[in-house]
């Protein structure tokens, strides 16, 4: 079993609808966890950086982390075509373990 | 404010040639250094990383090597490219922590695309 699993998609859905994203885990070690947002040709950019459990709102992006189902999410709502991209989570412990899931294509169609 | 520099954007090599790919960071002073690659729908796979000026510690051996030549400057390299070696090269900062991990998220540059002929 991987340590962070991911649906790869490709994920499409209609300008205005709203995306969720997620992300399961083994490693219960695993205390912070991020999403990143990664353009076409272009390097992972940092959008939510979440510790604990529960929810955590920036604009028209939500992070949800669910530590006893090992389940992280990200909601996107009022989805546009500037959200189309790879959407990569990630988790780190206390200590050295730092993975990225392989992320999930996202198409937002006009 | 900080900024990464990663060139070159696109590089295609022939098998058995040479590579440097560069990094350099500025705006900021000892930065932990990551070298990732990427490849389609296996996610990033950490090859080095550094924190400090000739400091690498390689995560998975392979037929690269990477050095820290200056505090903010970051050298990917290998003497003889293999097939294999293809694929999307990530160089990324975060602020020094004494390990090689970050405190918080990662800044990445933009990528360098290699493949190997």
């Known amino acids: 079993q991987k340590e962070v699993e991911q649906d790869p998609g490709p994920l499409s859905v209609p300008e205005g609808a709203i995306v969720s994203l997620n992300c399961t885990y083994s490693n219960s070690a695993f205390q912070y966890f991020m999403w990143y947002r990664q353009y076409s040709r272009k390097g992972p950019e940092l959008l939510m950086y979440t510790y604990s459990s529960g929810n955590k709102e920036d604009g028209r992006f939500t992070a949800q982390v669910d530590k006893s189902s090992k389940y992280i999410s990200l909601f996107i709502r009022d989805s546009q075509p500037s959200d189309s991209a790879t959407y990569l989570c990630?988790?780190?412990?206390?200590?050295?373990?730092?993975?990225f899931g392989p992320g999930t294509r996202l198409s937002v169609l006009p | 404010s900080q900024t990464i520099h990663q060139w070159p954007a696109t590089l295609v090599q022939p098998v058995g040639s040479p590579l440097s790919l560069e990094c350099t960071v500025e705006g900021t002073s000892n930065p932990n250094l990551y070298w990732y690659r990427q490849a389609a729908g296996r996610g990033l796979q950490l090859l080095f990383y550094?924190?400090?000026?000739?400091?690498i510690s390689s995560e998975v051996p392979q037929n690269l090597s990477a050095s820290r030549p200056q505090d903010r400057q970051f050298i990917l390299s290998s003497k003889k490219l293999l097939l294999s070696d293809s694929g999307f090269y990530l160089c990324?900062?975060?602020?020094?922590?004494?390990?090689?991990?970050?405190?918080?998220?990662?800044?990445f540059g933009s990528g360098t695309r290699l493949t190997v002929v």
């Open positions: 550094s924190v400090g000026i000739g400091q």
């Open positions: 990630a988790m780190k412990d206390y200590g050295q373990n730092f993975v």
């Open positions: 990324a900062w975060s602020v020094g922590g004494g390990q090689g991990v970050p405190i918080g998220g990662y800044t």
